[in-house]
């Protein structure tokens, strides 16, 4: 069985199963995922359309995607197969009219399209639980990702000739991996230039990253630049902007390589922000999210890339300054300064009221930190014009300056992003 890199599987996907932003809107916002049965079939199952692979599904749970879908428009050819002892079996699905064409036409058993639960723009497309037919081994041989090559690339496209970025860990989370470290001079990188860290195929979960140090700009006789502290990672009480991600292992032990769940992703300003940051998956992805309410279970979708990040934050010091008011009641004291400065009263980020009332001893931190009596999404949000988490100027005001990302600790709804276990992401600080 042949492998490849993720770069050439992105290539390889790019003709079906990854459509341009465009080619999505103008057929909706709608999009059509498998749905393949727990039983009666194995795994992995590989799908070809147009003489040509086009997708690598390695278990039930998966959500991978056909691609956008019409109502009464929707049409394709698509042959599946998968590998039983020494035999393949395959079936094939047509749709035409945004319907599963009925016999002699597909032969996949108990093939249906299904419609979304009322606040999803998911359909999916389901199989009977039975054996597929003996068939010919497919053509071209199939090939499955090297997950071994999954990486992020962090870009410098901020005014500052070098950011040094740094990762956090659990490192209880992550028995005997050398990735997982806590340091915050992971490494630096130069205006312009770019930077892999590689993932690899074992788990890493509950890691992140952000900028803790940037570069001035050289002086006037062209002397280099200071190099000054961000994030607040060396006082203790961090602000900075984080990129967090959770991977799960990816498990070899029958040949082909079978993730055990997909990446999750979000950019978080739970403890604050200190640069403007844009996440999205290096190839156009399909990655889904949670329907907002918090735990409401409805799964969304939706295709990635450059042109439509995951998530993205400008770390603006008007609407931090904007936000330092807190509701009337909420803990007395007056505006609650969020602005964090240096010494010449230059904008260095944003606390959020979490990280303040932390930093400032304040009896009102559980409260905006979700943690003692306030530790569940139930007891966390408060209704409007109570004070709390969620109704915090912070959190309403960063609705004009971010998109998807976290605010407080239980934004799920809003931030929380599942992409595909091979997906490689680029993560962009910028200067707005």
Known sequence: MTRFSLGLCAALLAGTSALSPTAVEAAGTQFLM????????????????????????????????????????????????YKSGKHWRGCTLVLANGAVSPSPATTCPGAVIN?????SNVYTVAFGASAWPIAKAPTPTPVSPDYAKRKITFVNRTRYPMIQIGEVCTVSANPGNAKCTNRSNLFRIARGASRDFTVGAAALSSYGFSMTAYQ????????????????????????????????????????????????????????????SVRGYPATSTYCTYTVPPENSNVLGAG??????????????????????????????????PLTVSDGAGHFQGCMSPCTYATATANAQAPLYCCSGSYASPATCDQPPGQPGANTSTYVSNLATATTNVYRFAYDDAIGDFACPASTDFVIEFTSD
């Open 34 to 81: 498998w749905q393949l049965p727990a039983s009666g079939i194995e795994f992995p199952v590989y799908v070809y359309s147009g003489g040509r692979q086009t997708d690598y599904l390695h278990g039930t749970a998966q959500q991978a995607f056909i691609g956008a879908y019409a109502a009464g428009a929707t049409a394709g050819t698509y042959r599946l197969y």
């Open 115 to 119: 419609p979304p639960a009322a606040t």
């Open 216 to 275: 001035l700009p050289p002086d006037k006789r062209g002397r280099p630049g200071a190099i000054v502290q961000t994030g607040g990672y060396g006082s203790g009480n961090p602000y900075a902007t984080k990129i967090e991600f959770t991977s799960l292992a990816v498990d070899t032990s029958n040949g082909a390589p079978i993730p055990q769940g997909a990446t999750n992703f979000d950019i978080s300003a739970v403890d604050g922000y200190n640069v």
């Open 303 to 336: 295709l990635y890339d450059r042109s439509r990040p995951l998530a993205r934050i400008s770390a603006s010091a008007a609407v931090c300054a904007a936000s330092s008011q807190l509701p009337t009641a909420g803990g007395g004291g007056g505006a609650w």
